[in-house]
């Protein structure tokens, strides 16, 4: 069905899209072509490292893939492309260190009671409601908001959630270290970045991030919140069907 975003981790494809930390494939309902598919990390138990998500994203493509990588997944497109054939990248308001931080390993004890499944049936659908209201500049529709609130009541999407948050500094260190010894590919490359409203500025990361990439393009949605794919889903079938020339 036209406008679906189907929920696989083996199926080959060359449009494959890498929902944020935390994010999963029910926000990207009605934004992507009928072609396209969501690797949703929700529920996985990781750990999670630039070579774990990579072997994923390789798994589900046998051609050079189009990856269209919001926030954090972003790193993971990054990597894949460096190491892989890609045709070219969709980053969404991506995340950007080019400084490594050190983070003591695992989980802290009170972040894994958030996945406990008492807790997380009470508070998971709440947290995720108030990181998307802080994140969106527009009313997140209603069958999105159903959705969210039956995963996150899941103990053990709120675990991966969670999991994938502490292991940020990680990911971007093994990143950064990548990228000192691999070329950006020489590809299509469309930067998204929101900027709050009225502030024509994107954030300095995105920009050097754009410069690592030959053919790059950055462009700046004022007024548009983090969840680009909800704030401005034109915004993100525009850059997919760009690169996709």
Known sequence: MAGRARLVATVRTDLIVLPGLGDGAFSWTGVLPPHAVVLDRLGHTGPFTLDGETARIARAATRPPVLV?????????EAYARLHPVTGLVLVDPSYEDQARTRAPGVPNWAAWL???AVAWRLGPALWSALAVAQTRTTVPRHIRHRA?????DPRVVASAVAEYFA?????????????????PDVPVVVLAATPAGVPVPDLGQVRLTALFPHAELRVLPGC?????????????AAIAAVEE
Not at 69 to 77: E, G, P, R, V
Not at 149 to 153: E, H, I, M, P, T
Not at 225 to 237: C, S, T, Y
């Open 149 to 153: 609130r039956r995963y996150y009541r």
């Open 225 to 237: 919140g983090h969840l680009i794919h909800l704030d401005r889903p034109g915004a993100v079938r």
């Open 168 to 184: 940020y500094d990680d990911v971007n260190a093994q990143l950064i270290a990548l990228r000192a010894r691999t070329q950006a």
């Open 69 to 77: 990588a919001h926030s954090m997944a972003a790193c993971y497109a």
């Open 115 to 117: 996945s406990r499944p």
